[in-house]
């Protein structure tokens, strides 16, 4: 069983930045496509930033040339740089790995974004 466990969230003002970081059980984010995903309040879960196997990334275009994703195999953990952070950037991120057909989700760490 794959375990993800996001940490780096918290409170920042509008402008700041903060690194999130995906830790993951075993040695899976070399092979796999690990994404973050965001969820703010009332609306529905939206995909941010890829990561493939290969290293190639993909991001939201509101976050384009803000976030940047990243991966440590040696440290089986994938982060998500964030800067010049928007008060609209304001939610819970989650990451989550795509294994096989399976995909594995982390429990969500809270960033919130101040004006």
């Known amino acids: 069983q794959v375990q993800l466990v996001e940490s780096g969230g918290g409170l920042v003002q509008a402008g700041g930045s903060l690194r999130l970081s995906c830790a993951a059980s075993g040695s899976i984010f070399s092979r796999n496509r690990i994404s973050w995903y965001r969820q703010s309040p009332g609306k529905q879960r939206e995909w941010t930033a890829t990561i493939t196997s290969s290293g190639s990334t993909t991001y939201k275009d509101t976050v384009k040339g803000r976030f940047t994703i990243s991966r440590d195999n040696a440290k089986n953990t994938v982060y998500l740089q964030m800067n010049s952070l928007k008060p609209e950037d304001t939610a819970v991120y989650y990451c989550?790995?795509?294994?096989?057909?399976?995909?594995?989700w982390g429990q969500g760490t809270q960033v919130t974004v101040s004006s």
């Open positions: 989550v790995a795509f294994v096989g057909v399976s995909n594995y």
